[in-house]
């Protein structure tokens, strides 16, 4: 009867507020957002972005592959020599 409202005031000042910023704060706007979307959904999005690139250069054929060396050695002594 006589509690002064000790287990209220403490849920007011101190649950509530850890409550709101870990459902809004970490969850929603940390693991939904940079985790999920970045970790786990974007590597396999990269993944086939970069495979899709490779795909365009893997044409099974000599003189394609002779060309992509010769293109990659030139930028490289470009950057070498600048």
Not at 39 to 62: E, F, H, N, Y
Request: aromatic share 10%; net charge positive.
């Amino acid at each position: 009867m006589n509690k002064f409202y000790i287990d209220e005031l403490y849920n007011l000042i101190i649950v509530r507020p850890i409550k709101w910023i870990s459902i809004n704060v970490l969850w929603k706007g940390l693991d939904i957002s940079l985790i999920d979307n970045v970790c786990v959904d974007g590597a396999p999005r990269s993944v086939g972005l970069i495979g899709k690139v490779v795909q365009v250069a893997q044409t099974g054929m000599v003189p394609h592959y002779i060309f992509f060396i010769v293109i990659g050695l030139s930028a490289m002594i470009v950057w070498l020599v600048l």
